[in-house]
């Protein structure tokens, strides 16, 4: 088995690829800066101003575990729903029932109301296929886009991802869109009275069987993260301080949009930030996600090819189509066992480049390595800010998305470097979330209805 040497092997790549390396120096300014958006998020003066908004998710109270009852939820994802039953039985027993929905492009491309009609409908059915119709369960909502939350049953639409055209619920309140379409039913009764985001929503699921879990983490198509914050700090709440804590949903993507990730972003990042549909934004998101790195990856093979520095001889059609490097074939040429090349070949195969020499093969895995490892430092780095930040003396980490669960070494990397970026009395685990964000939104709408009052659906045992 050969063991190749980058920098001597295959020097051109080397080259190229030092533009995804990170110092530690850089990757520690990059913890203090991303440590001091979330200040300047947090204060009512300097909020406007950060590029990490920091916004309060109104959700102040932690589960205890003792939870009981029966709850409503509803995933809303880019490209499908999920509603769901959820019953807590026992400290460690979830019952969970669920229907996937997938929302047609006609209704995605409606108008807003269309699109919460459709959702309405479908919960209907749902609820009166469990015969929970009459009961009037809490539900809450997992949302995957962008919200202004102003209070715990508000939120307002920011922004769609790519395939919505709903423009007409932006700047509406979802949950109110949702309780008007859900009002036309009048033979079921659901109490929708929560609303929080995927990263929120990990971090209440899985703090229910795990109590220490302070950090909800989102490493997939998207980045983000939410975490436990003392009321005092958060300037731009005027509600109640009684209770002393409060997630904060950071929507830390667009870190770097006021320059901090200036000096580490290199000609391919710029390019694809230049080409995307929102220039010069989310520029923290563009150097982790999936979606990016692989068109990261395919780009700078197209420009080696244009080198000939690898694939020398092949034909480029395939690989000049933007977009179709895509993050599971990164995962599978990094899923080899060391000296061995079959997983590469096939996601060459894939671009009509056949029986590829193994120094070529190699090559790209080397690329693939760089690009992955770079991902992962950058979360390294906001992670550690935000431990270092609430200074426990541990803390779990409530992580999901695919690039984790799924990349064979992206998990190593990222405790690695977070843990040199921590503060010595501070430690912290990261534990994949197997409950999905709508267990959390059932939770969240359980722990309202028991802040006001003591339900048949809901109690502590």
Not at 132 to 147: H, S, T
Not at 275 to 284: Q, T
Not at 306 to 324: D, L, V
Not at 390 to 395: A, E, G, I, L, P
Request: proline fraction near 3%; glycine fraction near 6%.
């Amino acid at each position: 088995m050969r063991v190749y040497d980058p920098e001597r092997d295959f020097p051109e790549v080397y080259k190229l690829c030092k533009q995804f390396y990170i110092s530690d120096d850089k990757l520690l300014a990059l913890r203090d800066g991303m440590s001091k958006e979330i200040v300047a998020g947090l204060g009512r003066d300097t909020n406007a101003r950060s590029s990490v908004a920091c916004l309060l998710s109104y959700v102040q109270n932690m589960p205890t575990g003792r939870e009981r009852g029966r709850f409503l939820a509803l995933e809303m994802w880019p490209t499908n729903c999920r509603i769901m039953l959820v019953k807590f039985s026992s400290e460690k027993d979830i019952y969970m029932s669920s229907k996937c929905v997938v929302v047609p492009h006609t209704v995605a491309g409606a108008r807003g109301t269309e699109l919460f009609d459709f959702l309405a409908d479908n919960i209907a059915i749902f609820v009166k296929e469990k015969k929970v119709e009459k009961d009037n369960l809490p539900m809450g909502i997992a949302f995957a886009f962008r919200l202004n939350k102003l209070s715990l049953d508000v939120g307002l639409l920011m922004a769609w991802t790519k395939g919505y055209g709903a423009k007409g619920a932006i700047g509406k309140d979802v949950v109110l869109l949702l309780r008007t379409a859900l009002a036309k039913h009048s033979e079921i009764s659901v109490n929708l009275n929560a609303i929080i985001n995927q990263a929120a929503g990990s971090l209440m699921a899985l703090a229910w069987s795990l109590p220490e879990t302070k950090v909800g983490l989102i490493i997939g198509t998207v980045t983000n993260c939410a975490y436990v914050e003392q009321v005092s700090e958060c300037e731009l709440f005027d509600g109640d301080n009684e209770s002393p804590l409060m997630i904060i949903n950071t929507e830390w993507g667009a870190f770097g949009n006021n320059g901090h990730m200036d000096n580490i972003r290199g000609e391919f990042d710029k390019i694809i930030d230049a080409e995307s549909n929102n220039p010069g934004m989310r520029s923290y998101e563009k150097c982790i996600c999936t979606l990016y790195l692989g068109e990261l990856v395919r780009r700078v093979i197209v420009r080696l090819m244009q080198e000939g520095a690898i694939f020398k001889g092949y034909n480029m059609e395939y690989m000049m189509i933007q977009w179709k490097m895509e993050m599971k074939s990164l995962i599978a040429i990094e899923s080899d066992p060391p000296g061995v090349y079959v997983k590469a070949q096939e996601v060459m195969d894939k671009f009509r480049m056949r029986n590829c020499a193994e120094r070529d093969l190699a090559a790209l895995r080397y690329i693939c390595e760089t690009v992955s490892a770079r991902s992962a430092r950058l979360v390294s780095a906001g992670l550690a800010a935000i431990v270092n930040r609430m200074n426990y003396s541990h803390v779990v980490v409530a992580v999901d998305g695919g690039i984790y669960r799924l990349h064979p070494t992206y998990h190593k990397t990222l405790n690695k470097f977070a843990l040199d970026l921590i503060y010595p009395d501070n430690s912290f685990e990261i534990v994949v979330a197997e409950d999905s964000p709508g267990v959390g939104a059932a939770i969240v709408a359980g722990l309202a209805v028991s802040l006001s009052e003591v339900t048949r659906t809901f109690s502590i045992s």
